[in-house]
């Protein structure tokens, strides 16, 4: 046999030389991260992608939204008729319409809507949507202040539903309609008095209180305004000149609406009055959407005196330096009960107490 060809033991041609071992199972694990690696980066690129997207469809969002208010509060008419979807259920573009009468009587400093991030959700199209059209719900917040009385925008949420062809979006819903049952969205809406008809308005001598209320309420609404002089000027004895001296008063129509402004414990059967504000975050010490809620019983309930008395009772929570925690202390309670009895608080008005959602006389 040549010389070339002579083998030795455990040496031959289906043998492998003993260092391929290592060699072979380091080659699989590199092919394995390389494949590992590829995987990952083409989910990091999906999800960047999605990211992406979902930001992209967000920003239209506000963009539509900005149009949306713009319309509402200049009572533009034409311009909310090319906002509102044409497929949208019958009474939509009507409910707009009477929104932005409502809002009409009213002056605002700031009223707008923030998209929070993850606030927008597709849902399944229903009917015969057209072939690129899309349906998406948002969970939205309506930013609003009033002029000359709010120091900062209160923000409240509200659903709504849009559909979308390419960068087209429209509205199909808005969740803070009243009384269109046709068109309910997922998720909580807030209900501000403009839903509930047309408001008549009463400022003080000073410009500084504001009493919102309906025509059927505008005796009440502006013998409250003429109220509130007296009751600032007593706050401001009683608590001291740190407080803004401003003031929202709002008087409910229906019983619906006393619960869409203050919460669903109530109803304003048993009560005249409630002071609310949205939730404070400790330490900031500013309180926005502070607002005073008139029960609809109250106008027919409350004589001069008792309607004096309680806007002043109300008025005196609003000015407590505790009402920056949304709540009124018992010493706070002590002293309130205290002053009613020596002067201004006058008589006939049941106790204050604490009340979950607000404090209610």
């Known amino acids: 046999m040549p010389a070339d060809l002579e083998t030795t033991d455990g040496v031959g041609a289906g043998s492998r030389r003993r260092w391929e071992y290592p060699a072979l ?23 960047s992608d999605a990211a992406a997207e979902q930001a992209h469809r ?134 501000g008095p403009w839903e509930f008809g047309t408001v008549v308005t009463a400022r003080n001598s000073t410009g500084h209180a504001l009493v919102i209320g309906h025509p059927a309420e505008k005796n009440f609404v502006e013998a409250l305004a003429a109220d509130l002089d007296e009751a600032i000027a007593n706050t401001t004895e009683l608590w001291g000149p740190w407080w803004s001296e401003r003031v929202v008063v709002m008087v409910a129509g229906s019983a619906e609406e006393f619960t869409a402004l203050v919460g669903q414990h109530h109803d304003g059967a048993s009560i005249a009055a409630v002071s609310v504000s949205d939730a404070v975050t400790p330490g900031s010490g500013e309180v926005s959407g502070q607002r005073v809620v008139f029960s609809p019983a109250a106008a027919s309930r409350l004589t001069s005196v008792t309607r004096k008395s309680c806007a002043a009772a109300r008025v005196g929570a609003r000015g407590s330096p505790l009402a920056d925690e949304r709540r009124i202390s018992d010493v706070g309670l002590g002293r309130i009960r205290r002053v009613r009895r020596q002067s201004w608080f006058g008589s006939g008005l049941e106790r204050d107490r604490a009340h979950p959602g607000g404090h209610r006389a």
């Open 25 to 47: 199972v380091a080659l699989g694990v590199a092919v394995a991260l390389v494949l590992g690696l590829t995987f990952v980066m083409a989910n990091s690129d999906r999800s």
């Open 58 to 191: 967000e920003a239209q969002v506000r963009t539509f939204l900005n149009s949306l208010a713009v319309a509402q509060t200049s009572n533009d008419q034409d311009a909310m008729a090319a906002l509102v979807d044409p497929g949208a259920v019958p009474g939509v573009l009507e409910a707009e319409t009477r929104r932005m009468t409502a809002l009409a009587q009213l002056k605002f400093s700031d009223w707008g809507y923030d998209v929070p991030a993850g606030a927008l959700t597709q849902e399944p199209a229903t009917g015969a949507p057209a072939a690129d059209e899309e349906i998406w719900h948002a969970r939205v917040l309506l930013r609003y202040a009033l002029a000359d009385v709010d120091s900062s925008p209160t923000r409240k949420p509200v659903s709504m539903v849009f559909s979308r062809s390419g960068d087209t979006w429209l509205l199909l819903v808005n969740g803070a309609t009243v009384g269109l049952d046709a068109a309910r969205t997922p998720g909580e809406s807030w209900h």
